[in-house]
């Protein structure tokens, strides 16, 4: 199975902070690669999808890059919405995984 | 406007079934991939299975592997999780999805 290592775990950042989390995947999966945040007690949206394509309706102040193994979702000027669990997910080979998650809270 | 709206969740006791139904509007699921996703409480998320769109395969956890089906049923446009053998760490919510698009999710709880 392809282990996605996600970091941090956890982080404090202000309203306005420009926010960088981590994928490391154990092999290489190309751009398969999507990046979503939940709430808590809601479903997860799809920010990320191909390693950097915006999905639709997602502010520009999110942004993804990387290819092969290693992935960074940008958050630009946090904003007080922004305040959730962020994981990755891997769809290049099944089973697909998802990254532990990192909780962004408010500093 | 595509939307899937997950129901069938609920108390079972361990060793039991239960069947999850996914109803999709706005697309079709004859012609679509979807996926189960599920997170236990206090978790993260975690991958269940996967019914591709071209020839209906299916891929599973290994931890339902043998114990949960995915199907569809197009005549009604909806997806289906049967679940068989339930454990205690079968319970979580489960999230019926399509590419970017996601359920509420469903409240499945196995317990005595």
């Known amino acids: 199975d392809i282990q996605m290592t996600q970091s941090p775990s956890s982080l404090s950042a202000s309203v306005g902070d420009r926010v960088t989390i981590t994928c490391r995947a154990s092999?290489?999966?190309?751009?398969?690669l999507g990046w979503y945040h939940q709430k808590p007690g809601k479903a997860p949206k799809r920010l990320i999808y191909?390693?950097?394509s915006l999905q639709g309706g997602v502010p520009s102040r999110f942004s993804g890059s990387g290819s092969g193994t290693e992935f960074t979702l940008t958050i630009n000027s946090l904003q007080p919405e922004d305040f959730a669990t962020y994981y990755c997910l891997q769809y290049n080979t099944y089973p697909w995984t998802f990254g532990q998650g990192t909780k962004v809270e408010i500093k | 406007e595509v939307q899937v709206l997950e129901s069938g969740g609920g108390l079972v006791q361990p060793g039991g079934s239960l069947r999850l139904s996914c109803a999709a509007s706005g697309f079709s699921v004859s012609n679509s991939a979807m996926n189960w996703v599920r997170q236990a409480p206090g978790k993260g998320l975690e991958w269940v299975s996967t019914?591709?769109?071209?020839?209906?395969?299916?891929f599973y956890a290994d931890s339902v592997k043998g114990r949960f089906s995915i199907s569809r049923d197009d005549s009604k446009n909806t997806l289906h999780l049967q679940m068989n053998s339930l454990r205690a760490d079968d319970t979580a919510v489960y999230f019926c999805?399509?590419?970017?698009?996601w359920g509420q999710g469903t409240l499945v709880t196995v317990s005595s």
């Open positions: 999805t399509k590419g970017g698009n």
């Open positions: 092999q290489g999966i190309r751009n398969d």
């Open positions: 019914i591709t769109s071209s020839g209906g395969s299916t």
């Open positions: 191909a390693a950097s």
